[in-house]
């Protein structure tokens, strides 16, 4: 048995319509030095899925239209956002908002 170590690709991942993309690109507690805190990333994805749900109030099937994904895919963003967000604010880590390649900026109508 050889011991390489196979790599799958897996399922690639949809292309998710960004509505709004954040001023800042880091978030930071008071009085730490960002050499010295941990950090916390969060795709621009996730944040666009805390940012529909519960800034816009939209519902799910609503805010997974918005983005150009299946329901299912937007729950994961969301709640994968959630968990790092609670993560990072109980812990004291800063955020750094991500961009990947797999997203696209829209200019999407408000409904």
């Known amino acids: 048995m050889s011991n390489i170590v196979r790599h799958r ?15 800042a690109a880091i978030y930071e507690p008071v009085g730490t030095s ?3 805190v941990e950090v916390v990333e969060l795709s621009l ?8 749900i519960d ?5 799910q099937e609503q805010a997974a239209i918005r983005m150009g ?6 729950w994961s963003d969301l709640t994968t956002a959630r968990k790092k967000i609670a993560h ?4 004291g880590y800063a955020i750094r908002i991500i961009d990947h ?3 696209r900026v829209s200019n999407v109508v408000e409904e």
């Open 9 to 23: 690709r897996g399922r690639r991942r949809c292309a998710r319509r960004i509505g709004n993309i954040p001023s």
């Open 34 to 36: 960002s050499s010295s």
């Open 45 to 52: 994805a996730e944040l666009e899925a805390v940012r529909l």
């Open 55 to 59: 800034l816009e109030n939209l519902t």
């Open 69 to 74: 994904i299946s329901r299912r895919s937007f």
């Open 88 to 91: 990072a604010l109980v812990s």
């Open 101 to 103: 390649p797999h997203l």
